[in-house]
């Protein structure tokens, strides 16, 4: 080795791993230093009290509200309410039935968080078509030697989901059509595509849902009926999809004029061009957008309470005011809070995944 040749040197310790990261984002300049300092310091403040009420001085185990003795939070609500957040009004001896949908809906959503999955589209496509058929019978009963059990005795997280997806899988192809509809060159269907999505967007979704449950069936004709949970469905979807439609427009005016050029080169008629290179461009672009109205629907399905259905959230609050139960709903509210994080958080995570998958990006 001649003198002009060194080994090479480690990197400082001060500048690599979790330290050197430290010192980058969080202490690089003395402005950044006390701004990371300041939100340690409210942070340590407001966790350590609220970890302290919600674990470390919580009741856990018990029955009724004498249980509750220790000063922190009252977690035994949520025991002895969870039938009913869960369930809602369903009889307990058909409970298992809900379970059964609950299983079915596991078993058919954890294969699409895996690439390599057989058989992953077709599964994609039963939950799309069969499962709901499924749960209808399920729930619905009347057939199969099933007791039937009026949807008003539905309740819970079971109602929530019900409205979630049933709104999440009939918006998306309604509003794939309102979209391609608004672009269209025919004036008629471009107007009738215009004025749905105006008039849709233009209402609030709780007045959707009243008119829906009040004001319809006074222009039924005599002795005609919908059941209350079937309006409320046609009611979000309708609204929905108009949303829906726009997100969609926007990933069609996101395509460059050469891709519909180059279909109708190769003589591809519209709704081929459409379907095999238009759509499936457009819609990779629009996942965030698309997923952001799934999440919105998700938590508006909340707003049934006021035609007198009880979602998750409408149960706690029954819960709430029952006289048996007095100061516990923080804790009910942070349940059906916590409910909805983990179902939204799980849809945008998958959103993400997708779009690496798809990559709908550049990267850079």
């Given at each position: 080795m001649t003198d002009l040749e060194h080994p090479s040197l480690a990197p400082p310790v001060s500048s690599v791993g979790i330290v050197?990261?430290?010192?980058?984002?969080?202490?690089?300049?003395?402005?950044?230093?006390?701004?990371?300092?300041?939100?340690?310091?409210?942070?340590?403040?407001?966790?350590?009290?609220?970890?302290?009420?919600?674990?470390?001085?919580?009741?856990?185990?018990?029955?009724d509200q004498s249980d509750c003795t220790s000063g922190g939070a009252c977690w035994v609500f949520i025991r002895a309410r969870l039938d009913l957040f869960i369930y809602g009004f369903f009889p307990t001896s058909e409970y298992w039935r809900v379970d059964v949908v609950f299983a079915l809906l596991a078993v058919l959503i954890v294969p699409q968080f895996f690439d390599r999955f057989p058989r992953k589209g077709w599964i994609g496509l039963f939950t799309l078509i069969g499962f709901p058929i499924i749960v209808y019978f399920l729930m619905m009963g009347g057939s199969f030697g099933l007791e039937p059990v009026e949807t008003g005795k539905w309740g819970g997280l079971i109602l929530t989901l019900v409205l979630a997806f049933v709104g999440i899988v009939a918006a998306l192809p309604i509003g794939i059509v309102l979209a391609l509809g608004r672009r269209s060159t025919m004036p008629v269907i471009r107007t009738i595509c215009i004025c749905f999505i105006e008039l849709w967007r233009g209402v609030p979704l709780i007045?959707?849902?009243?008119?829906?449950?009040?004001?319809?069936?006074?222009?039924?004709?005599?002795?005609?009926?919908?059941?209350?949970?079937?309006?409320?469905?046609?009611?979000?979807?309708?609204?929905?999809?108009?949303?829906?439609?726009?997100?969609?427009?926007?990933?069609?005016?996101?395509?460059?004029?050469?891709?519909?050029?180059?279909?109708?080169?190769?003589?591809?008629g519209y709704w081929k061009s459409m379907s095999l290179i238009?759509?499936?461009?457009?819609?990779?672009?629009?996942?965030?957008?698309?997923?952001?109205?799934?999440?919105?629907?998700?938590?508006?399905?909340?707003?049934?309470?006021?035609?007198?259905?009880?979602?998750?959230?409408?149960?706690?609050?029954?819960?709430?005011?029952?006289?048996?139960?007095?100061?516990?709903?923080?804790?009910?509210?942070?349940?059906?809070?916590?409910?909805?994080?983990?179902?939204?958080?799980?849809?945008?995570?998958?959103?993400?995944?997708?779009?690496?998958?798809?990559?709908?990006?550049?990267?850079?």
């Amino acid at each position: 080795m001649t003198d002009l040749e060194h080994p090479s040197l480690a990197p400082p310790v001060s500048s690599v791993g979790i330290v050197g990261w430290m010192r980058q984002n969080l202490f690089s300049t003395p402005l950044n230093a006390g701004l990371t300092l300041l939100a340690v310091g409210l942070i340590y403040f407001l966790l350590v009290p609220l970890f302290e009420w919600a674990v470390w001085n919580a009741d856990w185990r018990g029955s009724d509200q004498s249980d509750c003795t220790s000063g922190g939070a009252c977690w035994v609500f949520i025991r002895a309410r969870l039938d009913l957040f869960i369930y809602g009004f369903f009889p307990t001896s058909e409970y298992w039935r809900v379970d059964v949908v609950f299983a079915l809906l596991a078993v058919l959503i954890v294969p699409q968080f895996f690439d390599r999955f057989p058989r992953k589209g077709w599964i994609g496509l039963f939950t799309l078509i069969g499962f709901p058929i499924i749960v209808y019978f399920l729930m619905m009963g009347g057939s199969f030697g099933l007791e039937p059990v009026e949807t008003g005795k539905w309740g819970g997280l079971i109602l929530t989901l019900v409205l979630a997806f049933v709104g999440i899988v009939a918006a998306l192809p309604i509003g794939i059509v309102l979209a391609l509809g608004r672009r269209s060159t025919m004036p008629v269907i471009r107007t009738i595509c215009i004025c749905f999505i105006e008039l849709w967007r233009g209402v609030p979704l709780i007045s959707v849902l009243f008119m829906a449950s009040v004001m319809l069936p006074l222009f039924l004709p005599e002795g005609v009926n919908f059941d209350k949970l079937l309006r409320a469905l046609i009611g979000i979807v309708l609204f929905q999809s108009a949303y829906m439609a726009e997100v969609i427009r926007g990933g069609l005016q996101a395509i460059p004029k050469g891709q519909y050029e180059a279909a109708r080169a190769l003589g591809l008629g519209y709704w081929k061009s459409m379907s095999l290179i238009i759509l499936p461009q457009a819609l990779k672009l629009v996942i965030p957008g698309v997923v952001n109205t799934f999440i919105a629907l998700f938590k508006d399905t909340t707003l049934v309470l006021i035609i007198g259905l009880l979602d998750i959230l409408a149960s706690v609050q029954s819960a709430i005011v029952d006289p048996a139960w007095r100061n516990v709903s923080t804790e009910g509210y942070l349940f059906a809070a916590f409910s909805f994080w983990v179902f939204c958080f799980s849809i945008s995570r998958y959103s993400q995944a997708l779009e690496r998958k798809l990559q709908t990006g550049y990267s850079r």
